[in-house]
């Protein structure tokens, strides 16, 4: 079992930026996705980076505005999010995928709000 756990949430006015972090004692052996999900509607995929690196791509909605990216030596992913939105407020959940396993963190609260 590995435990995934996300970090960086909180409250910001539109227009600022967080940093998401996902961490777990192995995450270097894992592609990463990061997800968000409002209450009532589906968990939305938002970015995803392969396990070496070499690979990472955020969704339309957030291109240009979110980055993501792994330190390996830490097993840690990141999510950059800068210019934030109303729309943006979420939960964010971490995946690590491996083959055919998943394993998913409990989610951080991203809020933005004036």
């Known amino acids: 079992q590995v435990q995934v756990v996300e970090s960086g949430g909180g409250s910001v006015q539109p227009g600022g930026s967080l940093r998401l972090s996902c961490a777990a004692s192995t995450l270097s052996a894992y592609d990463v996705y990061w997800y968000r999900q409002v209450p009532g509607k589906e968990r939305e995929l938002v970015a995803g980076?392969?396990?070496?690196?070499?690979?990472?791509n955020v969704e339309d909605s957030v291109k240009g505005r979110f980055t993501i990216s792994r330190d390996n030596a830490k097993n840690t992913v990141y999510l950059q999010m800068n210019s934030l939105k109303y729309d943006d407020t979420a939960v964010y959940f971490c995946?690590?995928?491996?083959?055919?396993?998943?394993?998913w963190g409990q989610g951080t609260q991203v809020t933005v709000s004036s």
């Open positions: 980076i392969t396990s070496d690196g070499g690979s990472g």
């Open positions: 995946k690590a995928r491996r083959y055919h396993i998943y394993y």
